[in-house]
């Protein structure tokens, strides 16, 4: 049955219109989880404030398992599915700019996107910010070009990079989940600070 | 409802399990209709090639990275899934600002800095993440959220040398956010 536009149960257009409503739900869970503010987003890095590790792993887990459900009952073929390509030098390297870039600007693109929606004014100079960064990838393409492309795996999940079944790792997740819980849960009461 | 709740009546936000446990909803959602996860970087970048084709027409003509894209999107680079599902972000964060009484104009700072220099580290903190997304194939949302989603290898890499780095460099900027 799934994917529901792979399969041509809908239509592009369709898909489109989908894709409107499932922004809808995104960005109105991100902003009243509280992702619309840099300093709750920051508090994950000094332990005053752990909403995103909350959030994030919480989606994570649920999408994880969720998928291998449906997929066990074949409502969804997750060979239709797309897999994040893996070029490992690419990746390493941009998750170091981007980590970076959170701790100096307090957002990701999406949620400063919902920051800057309920009227945040760092959140567009962030997003403007955004826009140079890009334009500086896009402008200096042919010089990234051999590095962008470099050590490419394909699109292998972590099971498979592993050597064990995707339902292994699922619950190695889950349970390394709860652990992280458990451990943002202590660092809220020992790094309290007061609320803003 | 946790504990920051009840000490601040003015911000109320919603369980954060609660939230991840919809967030997840809305990603299976995404795969099970679409076929590919959620997103942000993405739609950017499909607004600024769509921008430099009105302002540069001759240049994205022969420039290596938009000869590329155009190829890739034959339909136009603003006709892309990610373009329409950002403006529904804009959309439900908006309404929820507007439920939850959030809607307002400021520069959000910590106390012991100036809004100046926020504004400044934002505008930083922007041009790195702006780059290191398009490097790495996405962003938050795209490459490290939806690509665990899928247990992606490249999405648990992406997760880890986001939040590694950032842990890594906290120390050094604390004093912007504590």
């Known amino acids: ?196 | 409802m946790n504990k920051s709740n009840e000490s601040t009546p003015k911000t109320r936000y919603i369980n954060p399990y609660l939230g991840g446990v919809l967030l997840g909803l809305v990603l299976i959602a995404a795969n099970f209709v679409s076929g590919r996860g959620l997103g942000a970087s993405g739609a950017f970048k499909s607004v600024i090639v769509s921008a430099v084709d009105t302002v540069a027409p001759r240049h994205t003509e022969h420039a290596l990275f938009y000869k590329t894209y155009h190829e890739s999107h034959p339909g136009g680079p603003l006709k892309a899934w990610l373009v329409f599902q950002m403006m529904g972000v804009v959309v439900g964060a908006f309404l929820s600002g507007a439920i939850f009484n959030r809607l307002k104009f400021k520069v959000e700072h910590s106390p012991k800095i100036t809004s100046k220099r926020r504004i400044i580290f934002a505008v930083i903190g922007g041009i790195l993440f702006g780059f290191g997304s398009q490097l790495g194939r996405g962003c938050t949302s795209g490459s490290a959220l939806s690509g665990m989603g899928v247990m992606s290898l490249g999405g648990f890499i992406s997760m880890a040398f986001i939040f590694g780095t950032a842990y890594a460099l906290a120390y050094f900027f604390r004093k912007n956010w504590i």
């Open chain 1, 1 to 196: 049955m799934g994917p529901l536009v792979v399969n041509e149960i809908i239509s592009q257009n369709t898909n489109f219109f989908f894709a409107f409503l499932i922004g809808i739900g995104f960005g109105f869970i991100l902003e009243s989880s509280g992702f619309s503010s840099s300093r709750k987003l920051a508090g994950v890095f000094y332990g005053y404030d752990t909403v995103v590790l909350k959030v994030f792993f919480t989606a994570a887990i649920v999408a994880m398992t969720g998928l291998l459900f449906l997929s066990l009952f074949d409502w969804i073929d997750l060979d239709l599915v797309y897999i994040n390509p893996t070029y490992l030098w690419s990746v390493i390297a941009g998750g170091i700019i981007m980590g970076a870039g959170f701790i100096t600007g307090g957002f990701c693109p999406g949620t400063s996107v919902c920051a800057a929606s309920i009227g945040k004014i760092d959140a567009l100079f962030f997003i403007g910010g955004m826009v140079i960064g890009i334009l500086i990838f896009t402008e200096a393409y042919p010089l990234l070009e051999d590095f962008y492309k470099a050590k490419f795996l394909g699109t292998p999940t972590l099971g498979q990079a592993l050597g064990l079944k995707d339902g292994v790792v699922a619950l190695g997740v889950i349970l390394a989940a709860i652990g992280m819980f458990w451990v943002g849960e202590w660092a809220e009461k020992k790094f309290a600070r007061e609320e803003y």
